[in-house]
């Protein structure tokens, strides 16, 4: 009977308490966690200067506690990549050949992993040290048959609606810009140039609500959740050991990619974020190893920030990698064949510490009359030369060009390295990762984007996402309309398809098209090879 008792008085208990609270406090169901990703690429990295920066800085790398495997880098037409190839496999998960952005092999758009996130609700964003229009951050954000097709990725960056974008390159926003070409004698001199489409993107950048921020002072003192677009550099920005000398103005990779964390993780659902340290790759090319070892240790400062964001969070995948090697630096050449087994690591340090500047920061202090040239050697640690290589650097001189490539060549002999192409080189690569869903061992490069995209939940090869564009002309005449694409050679072609009364118009590059004389927004932009428009259609 006690029981009993008991049982009705706890009956009558809970049946007050569903009356005194809403069903929804009762029975609210668990907020999923957002998910992020952050995607860095360090771009023309081989393993040498990894090592080689792990001993100029005299500390392990951050980058070393998250070493988990290697990836294969060559592209569809070649066992040696270059940028564009392995940046769209890294971006659309599939191979695809030189100079090709965000195509398949046939030269088709597909769609990539950021605008799969970002159609599925994430942030996104892209950061790096290059133009933002320059290979890498263009695989993620644009699509074009020629990587150097800056006017267009940048128009179609602009339009994309990305949440941040942080990097060089402002002079493709701009209608009328400062270029720096060079004359015969390899000193660079400023000229005007002009978008060949004529549109100031900068006038949309500021129509679409973006905060845009030219200079470091402006992304460090910055808040806000609004978009941000920092364009602090007419075109790539300054190798780090250069910035704080030469171009103060400009921020460093780690802080950039601190303000975008920052901004995106303010987000409702979660984020995917691009970072690019570009300039490893541009210092490789000229054999530079105290350039590259600015940038490596650069890249891992970034590579910091975006763990010690990903350890608190807790729901954020990392994944640091290089694109493809470059240069094939080796700690040890042909002058140590006979004594390699008693090279101590300060004989490879040494010379390169001496450097206060990298070679091209060395050499834009140039006078033009040559009158400090030795100042100039002894900022790249260049002193105490010999009468005989000091003549070579004199005769090296009358051409900027010539004169770096001399200067390297002495650095790295002192250095005991050894390089063996002032080119890509084909080898795997290091890959890094931490975090929820992360992937291990040796993979291809194509399976990061498949990695990050079944994390956020979405599929790039499968579904809607996997033919997302059509071929416009097909499409409407397929539906009874007449279709000709007006301005085929202009430099603002637009597709054109009518039926009746009826008059659609599709400009080239946009995520817009005009019905009837009236805007209506797309989900993508539109992209035109020179033959073809290929668009996407809600039917």
């Not at 393993?47 to 800085?57: A, I, K």
């Not at 040696?80 to 100079?99: E, N, V």
């Not at 799969?116 to 699509?143: D, E, M, N, R």
């Amino acid at each position: 009977m006690k029981t009993l008792k008991r049982l009705i008085i706890l009956t009558l208990f809970l049946s007050l308490l569903a009356f005194s609270f809403p069903a929804t406090c009762l029975f609210a169901a668990p907020t999923a966690p957002k998910k992020n990703v952050i995607l860095m690429i360090m771009d023309g990295t081989n393993s040498d200067v990894v090592t080689l920066s792990r001993w100029y800085r005299g500390t392990d790398l951050h980058l070393d506690r998250i070493l988990t495997g290697g990836v294969r880098t060559y592209s569809d037409q070649s066992a040696i990549t270059d940028s564009a190839a392995a940046g769209s496999a890294m971006a659309t998960g599939m191979k695809t050949k030189a100079d090709y952005i965000g195509m398949n092999p046939v030269g088709r758009p597909v769609l990539t992993v950021l605008e799969g996130a970002k159609l599925s609700g994430y942030k996104t964003g892209i950061v790096a040290t290059s133009p933002v229009q320059h290979a890498t951050p263009a695989a993620f954000t644009s699509h074009v048959l020629n990587r150097e097709e800056f006017g267009d990725i940048g128009e179609q960056q602009v339009y994309q609606g990305l949440d941040v974008i942080l990097g060089g390159g402002a002079a493709w926003l701009k209608s009328k810009a400062k270029d720096h070409v060079k004359n015969d004698d390899g000193m660079l001199k400023t000229k005007e140039v002009s978008r060949e489409d004529g549109e100031n993107l900068v006038e949309v950048i500021d129509s679409e609500g973006y905060d845009l921020i030219l200079k470091r002072d402006g992304l460090l003192n910055r808040t806000g959740s609004s978009k941000l677009w920092g364009a602090f550099a007419e075109e790539d920005i300054a190798y780090e050991l250069d910035r704080k000398t030469l171009n103060p103005d400009e921020p460093s990779l780690a802080e950039m990619t601190g303000a975008a964390i920052d901004r995106l993780s303010q987000g409702e659902k979660g984020f995917f974020l691009m970072v690019e340290g570009s300039k490893v790759d541009w210092a490789a090319h000229k054999n530079d190893p105290v350039g590259m070892i600015s940038e490596v240790l650069s890249f891992d400062d970034a590579a910091r920030e975006a763990l010690a964001f990903a350890r608190k969070d807790g729901n954020t995948m990392v994944i640091a990698v290089t694109d493809h090697g470059n240069s094939g630096l080796t700690l040890g050449n042909q002058g140590t064949n006979g004594d390699y087994k008693r090279q101590p690591v300060e004989k490879f340090v040494k010379p390169l510490r001496k450097a206060e500047l990298t070679v091209k920061g060395s050499v834009s202090k140039l006078k033009e009359d040559r009158s400090n040239l030795k100042e100039v050697l002894s900022n790249y640690g260049l002193g105490g030369l010999s009468k005989k290589e000091f003549c070579a650097m004199e005769d090296a001189s009358k051409k900027v060009e010539d004169l770096e490539g001399e200067m390297v060549k002495l650095l790295a002999k002192r250095a005991n390295l050894g390089f063996t192409t002032h080119g890509h080189t084909g080898e795997d690569v290091f890959l890094y990762s931490y975090g929820p869903g992360k992937p291990v061992g040796l993979i291809e490069n194509t399976d990061i984007p498949r990695a990050i995209s079944k994390y956020l939940g979405f599929s790039l090869t499968s579904g809607e996402f996997a033919s997302w564009y059509v071929d416009g002309t097909e499409f409407y005449r397929e539906r009874g309309f007449d279709v000709h694409i007006k301005g085929r050679t202009s430099k603002n072609p637009e597709m054109v398809v009518k039926r009746g009364d009826e008059e659609l118009r599709f400009p080239e590059n946009k995520d817009f098209y005009w019905k009837n004389g009236e805007k209506v927004q797309l989900k993508s932009v539109n992209v035109y090879d020179g033959e073809t428009f290929y668009v996407h259609v809600e039917e």
